[in-house]
């Protein structure tokens, strides 16, 4: 199993521009998760998924979008990109069988705004 | 007030000692507990889960203490390789929230 891939590592915008964070996992795990994490600080939910077709935002949705049609893809899209979401941005999947079931997340997609 | 608060350290350690981390959360609907170890520029790692008894895994053990809402990991015989950012993770349904974490450094 690859575990939980994202897209791309790294990316320079400008601003105003739109773009798509890309995660697929081979877990077939149900639920899906998108973090931002900013130096030296935590990290702050975006949005979850729970299963294809359901959506829910997290702590910090403003300035996302999110879609989940298959259950290994979870595609989070910048409209238009600002500054302030200059971050590090990781997608998580679980299995909720298990209250205490771990995340897995990626590799971390580094996204600089200018 | 933050959700989940860590001491952010850094702490310095020599080889072999014994350190503590500390955390504090707000919600006390909250459900789960964890430890994630974050490597400099890595996807963070589960640790271990936290449990209500209390719960040891070879050289680390956590603590729970609900009722004052607070969260410990202890760390005996530190290692070079124990050196990252330790992060507090509570959980309340799906929500899951981080704190900001401790970052341990362990000098030879």
């Known amino acids: 199993n690859a575990g939980v891939t994202q897209t791309p590592k790294f990316r320079i915008l400008k601003i105003g521009q739109s773009m798509t964070l890309q995660c697929t996992q081979d877990m077939n795990h149900n639920y899906m998760y998108w973090y931002r994490q900013d130096p030296g600080m935590g990290l702050k939910l975006i949005y979850y998924?729970?299963?294809?077709?359901?959506?829910d935002k997290g702590e910090v949705p403003n300035g996302y979008n999110v879609s989940r049609s298959t259950t290994e893809d979870f595609p989070l899209r910048l409209e238009l990109a600002a500054p302030s979401q200059t971050s590090v941005y990781f997608c998580?999947?679980?299995?909720?069988?298990?209250?205490?079931?771990?995340?897995?997340f990626g590799p971390g997609t580094r996204l600089l705004v200018l | 007030r933050k959700e989940v608060e860590q001491d952010p350290g850094p702490f310095n350690v020599p080889e072999g000692a014994t350190v503590a981390f500390n955390c504090t959360y707000s919600n006390s609907a909250s459900q789960s507990f964890f430890w994630y170890r974050q490597d400099c520029r890595k996807e963070p790692k589960l640790l271990m889960s936290?449990?209500?008894s209390g719960n040891e895994d070879g050289r680390f053990t956590a603590q729970l203490n609900r009722a004052s809402q607070y969260i410990s990991l202890l760390i005996r015989d530190s290692k070079l390789s124990d050196s990252a950012t330790y992060l507090c993770?509570?959980?309340?349904?799906?929500?899951?929230?981080f704190g900001a974490g401790t970052r341990l450094t362990v000098k030879p």
């Open positions: 993770v509570v959980r309340n349904n799906n929500d899951m929230r």
């Open positions: 936290v449990y209500s």
């Open positions: 998580a999947s679980q299995n909720p069988g298990q209250a205490r079931e771990t995340q897995y």
């Open positions: 998924s729970v299963g294809a077709g359901i959506t």
